[in-house]
T-cell receptor, first 113, second 116 residues
Framework: AQSVTQLGSHVSVSEGALVLLRCNYS??????LFWYVQYPNQGLQLLLK??????LVKGINGFEAEFKKSETSFHLTKPSAHMSDAAEYFC???????????FGTGTSLTVIP | DTGVSQDPRHKITKRGQNVTFRCDPI?????LYWYRQTLGQGPEFLTY????????KSRLLSDRFSAERPKGSFSTLEIQRTEQGDSAMYLC??????????????FGPGTRLTVL
């Protein structure tokens, strides 16, 4: 079975500061890992995903995440926050069959001008 | 590619009424997923289809819930005898490939259900 824990339901950063959103997963099989962003009253949009290969994954809007198997983590980072980054962020895991996807409870990012 | 669409976007109903939601996936996408998202939570898996076959159902999907994808294209999610606890955002997502592929889920905008 797979599960995801997102540490910190709310994160605030100043514009231009580093963004770090934490995600730890539990999986009995090698996982596929995802980060999604959700703006108010909208569906989820994929930021990036890890399936196999390089453990540092680059996504859209300057975000990246690193898969660390030893730490069972997949933290999301962005070097410099922009006002438009304010949104809800979800980490998700699936098995390699891609049959079911399990989402964390989300982290709400606020960017302070 | 017009994206995943869902209809209606908002639905307000009285407790005990039946409601039906529709999801139109991206054309020729094989897999279609339904999720429920409540306030402050991530999406919770409800069920998924590969073409017209319903392959998995969550324990969250009680007998009052039923989903169909009759021709392997659009899907409907029906909730019978709605309860206040059914109030949530219902999200649909589609993927192009079959199970086992590393495809990306494309989400629709969701249907927000309010049960009074």
């Amino acid at each position: 079975a797979q599960s995801v824990t997102q540490l910190g339901s709310h994160v605030s950063v100043s514009e231009g500061a580093l963004v770090l959103l934490r995600c730890n997963y539990s999986s009995s099989v090698p996982p596929y890992l995802f980060w999604y962003v959700q703006y108010p009253n909208q569906g989820l949009q994929l930021l990036l995903k890890y399936t196999t290969g390089a453990t540092l994954v680059k996504g859209i809007n300057g975000f990246e995440a690193e898969f660390k198997k030893s730490e069972t983590s997949f933290h999301l980072t962005k070097p410099s926050a922009h006002m438009s980054d304010a949104a809800e962020y979800f980490c998700a895991v699936s098995d390699q069959g891609g049959n079911q996807f399990y989402f964390g409870t989300g982290t709400s990012l606020t960017v302070i001008p | 590619d017009t994206g995943v669409s869902q209809d209606p976007r908002h639905k307000i109903t009285k407790r005990g009424q039946n409601v039906t939601f529709r999801c139109d996936p991206i054309s020729e996408h094989n897999r279609l997923y339904w999720y429920r998202q409540t306030l402050g939570q991530g999406p919770e898996f409800l069920t998924y289809f590969q073409n017209e076959a319903q392959l998995e159902k969550s324990r969250l999907l009680s007998d009052r819930f039923s989903a169909e994808r009759p021709k392997g294209s659009f899907s409907t999610l029906e909730i019978q005898r709605t309860e206040q606890g059914d109030s949530a955002m219902y999200l649909c997502a589609s993927l192009p490939g079959l199970a086992g592929s590393t495809d990306t889920q494309y989400f629709g905008p969701g249907t927000r259900l309010t049960v009074l």
